[in-house]
């Protein structure tokens, strides 16, 4: 399927309209935050915020475009979403016989939040680009690439390179097996929230990090399974919230226990974290949060090539012509 067809999918929503649909406010809208410009806020439905246009578009042998394939398996995923949450959100008696089937489809929800938004793609992105230039250097040094042009001498130390973004769709299923591996490590509970501190979430709402290590120390995603503690945090509406934790295992890998959170101070810490790991975006229900929307964001979860995943600015990307 080309991009001249009908039936084409131009919008590709990186954050599915129906996850967001759960954060809006009476007037069926959510509260946008920009990470770039966070005083400013934007008022939109779900339908008009977090997409790009044929983001996970491929070229075909032919010099079309299939503008559907990804997007079409995206929404047969998405479409458990509803369920899941209509039964995550009634209660413990609803969960005591979560079937595996529920448990795969929950799993998989989650697996494509965390490979399919651009923090992930954009690091493997970024990764790539940061090969090339070094091995650009190093042929370099070996004397393997042809002499500068004169008064250029110095063009490699401003190398930019753009990376095809057909790499970084080809990687989600790597990505999505890597996290299988922490996955597999955690026990689960639905948080409901009982304070009057609404829960946030943003572009890139699985949170997954290393408790034992303070919070003003965490590295985004640098977890070490099978070793080491993990927590995971991901917010279902602005009540609810998905938490997973290595201490949680003990109670079984099929269990679903439900727990009331009345500590407004957790309630917070939990919306720093969400916070703290928006890419671009921060979404909230309502404008009780801008202060600590704008105190984190100037960082987001980036890739340093030394220290793996750090907070830190985004980078900018070199535009892939095709």
């Not at 753009?162 to 989600?172: F, K, N």
């Not at 928006?278 to 909230?284: C, D, E, K, N, T």
């Not at 600590?292 to 980036?302: C, F, G, M, Q, R």
Request: proline share 7%; charged share 25%.
């Amino acid at each position: 399927m080309d991009q001249g067809s009908a039936n084409e999918k131009k919008r590709h929503h990186f954050i599915p309209i129906t996850y967001l649909k759960k954060f809006t406010d009476d007037a069926g809208k959510v509260f946008a935050y920009r990470k770039d410009d966070p005083q400013t806020v934007l008022h939109l439905r779900p339908d008009a915020i977090a997409f790009e246009k044929y983001y996970y578009s491929q070229p075909l042998p032919d010099g079309g475009r299939d503008n559907n394939t990804f997007e079409n398996l995206f929404g047969t995923i998405e479409s458990t979403w509803n369920p899941l949450v209509a039964r995550l959100c009634s209660g413990a008696a609803a969960t005591s016989d979560f079937s595996s089937c529920e448990f795969e489809n929950l799993f998989t929800f989650l697996s494509l939040m965390r490979v399919r938004v651009p923090a992930a793609r954009d690091m493997v992105e970024v990764m790539l680009a940061e090969e090339v230039k070094a091995t650009t250097l190093l042929f370099d040094k070996k004397g393997k690439l042809p002499p500068k042009p004169k008064g250029l001498e110095d063009i490699l130390d401003h190398l930019s390179v753009a990376i095809d973004p057909q790499m970084s769709l080809r990687a989600m299923g790597e990505l999505a097996r890597g996290f299988g591996l922490v996955l597999s490590q955690l026990g689960f509970e639905v948080v409901n929230n009982k304070t009057d501190v609404s829960f946030l979430t943003s572009d890139n709402p699985v949170v997954c990090f290393d408790p034992s290590v303070p919070e003003a120390r965490v590295l985004p995603y640098q977890v070490r399974p099978p070793h080491g503690s993990i927590e995971l945090l991901f917010p279902i509406d602005g009540e609810t919230l998905l938490r997973g934790h290595t201490g949680l295992r003990r109670a079984g890998p099929s269990s679903l226990g439900h727990v009331a959170l009345t500590d407004r101070r957790e309630a917070k810490r939990i919306n720093r974290f969400a916070a703290r790991f928006g890419y671009r975006f921060v979404f909230a229900r309502d404008r009780t949060h801008e202060a600590l929307i704008v105190k984190h964001a100037s960082t987001s979860p980036v890739i340093d090539m030394l220290n793996g995943c750090v907070f830190g600015p985004r980078p900018i990307k070199p535009k892939w012509d095709a």
